[in-house]
């Protein structure tokens, strides 16, 4: 079993940066394909951005990809989202999961991760 604990989150302007980590507690963090979801009021929760277990694939949303990086460390046991050119539009509570699908893979799917955290708000004005 994994416990999630997230941070980073704030408020920022447009244009600004935030890095949001995930602190991983309980055994099978480098066994975990880690992913970032967020969810805005009144919208679904959607994905973001994923690794896999050895961090050799990431996915990201087709909105954050080249102004998002996600990143993890094993030995920490941590997972990070770093990111940067903040949009009003990202703003939400960003939740970090955790998942065993098959080596390798990184679900885009939020029923693929069996472990959450309790989430982090980031707000961007403009």
């Known amino acids: 079993q994994v416990q999630l604990v997230e941070s980073g989150g704030g408020s920022v302007q447009a244009g600004g940066s935030l890095r949001l980590s995930c602190a991983a507690s309980?055994?099978?963090?480098?066994?975990?394909?880690m992913g970032w979801f967020r969810q805005a009021p009144g919208k679904e929760r959607e994905f973001v951005a994923g690794i896999s277990r050895n961090g050799g694939r990431t996915n990201y949303a087709d909105s954050v990809t080249g102004r998002f990086t996600i990143s993890r460390d094993n030995a920490k046991n941590t997972a990070h989202l770093e990111m940067n050119s903040l949009k009003p539009e990202d703003t939400a509570v960003y939740y970090c999961?955790?998942?065993?699908?098959?080596?390798?893979?990184?679900?885009?799917?939020?029923?693929?991760?069996?472990?959450w955290g309790q989430g982090t708000q980031v707000t961007v004005s403009s």
């Open positions: 309980g055994r099978g963090f480098s066994r975990s394909a």
């Open positions: 999961a955790a998942g065993t699908p098959p080596l390798g893979l990184v679900p885009l799917d939020p029923n693929e991760y069996a472990y």
